[in-house]
């Protein structure tokens, strides 16, 4: 029920196209949606975050789409460029617990 | 800036021996969490803390011990190194619940990692 599964392990995306992401939960109780981004060498950083209460969160050429129903939350990164190839991390996390439960990560490649 | 440092970015340990993972934040942070980091596996939780001498075990404590006595440290001990334990080892902190807002409380900062590699 704590676990946040993710898919795809791995994606190739040519440059200028559109990288989808995705990540599907059980529990209920989690009402936040972190994405981290991690870059060779670096620890993960926030990307972007969305609460169950919407169901689209857009910032840049990054957006969340959130699917309470179905339980499912996606990223989708726009006009895709070489330096956002990078591993993602979805995650999710309940008020009261105080750690993320983080799905299992994508490598993403963007070729130019 | 928050800035989280870890205090070794490779390390090399034999089978056996007794390894100190550091973790140092500078912002003030109530919680402190050590991660380690594997192909396929993503990021697992060993231990994280919430206050000072507290600790409360994550998903994979087997094997691992840590310590907080100040509220900027956190460490992480392997009490007799395995090769199964060879990983890159993430430390992350977070403001924690108080006055600030729900998403700035939870947002954890990482930093760089400790690749390990017990031989």
């Known amino acids: 029920q704590q676990q946040v599964k993710q898919s795809p392990q791995s994606l190739i995306v040519q440059k200028g196209g559109i990288s989808i992401i995705n990540c599907a939960y059980e529990?209920?109780?989690?009402?936040?949606f972190p994405w981290y981004q991690q870059f060779p060498g670096k620890g993960p950083a926030l990307l972007i975050a969305i609460r169950p209460d919407v169901s689209e969160k857009k910032e840049g050429r990054f957006t969340i789409s959130f699917n309470k129903s179905a339980k499912q939350f996606s990223l989708h990164i726009m006009d895709s460029q070489p330096g956002d190839s990078a591993t993602y991390f979805c995650?999710?996390?309940?008020?009261?617990?105080?750690?993320?439960?983080f799905g299992q990560g994508t490598r993403l490649t963007i070729n130019p | 800036d928050v800035k989280v440092t870890q205090s070794s970015r490779y390390l090399v340990k034999r089978t056996g021996e007794k390894v100190f993972l550091e973790c140092v934040q500078d912002m003030d942070h109530e919680n402190m969490f050590w991660y380690r980091q594997d192909p396929g596996l993503g990021l697992r939780l060993i231990y994280f803390?919430?206050?000072?001498?507290?600790?409360e075990k994550g998903d994979i404590p087997e094997g691992y011990s840590v310590s907080r006595e100040k509220k900027e440290r956190f460490s992480l001990i392997l009490e007799s190194a395995s090769t199964n334990q060879t990983s890159m080892y993430l430390c992350?902190?977070?403001?924690?619940?108080?006055?600030?807002?729900?998403?700035?409380?939870?947002?954890?900062?990482f930093g760089p990692g400790t690749r390990l590699t017990v031989t």
């Open positions: 529990n209920t109780a989690f009402d936040y």
């Open positions: 992350a902190s977070s403001l924690g619940p108080g006055l600030a807002g729900f998403l700035l409380a939870y947002e954890q900062y």
């Open positions: 995650a999710a996390i309940n008020q009261g617990a105080q750690k993320l439960v």
């Open positions: 803390s919430y206050d000072v001498k507290m600790k």
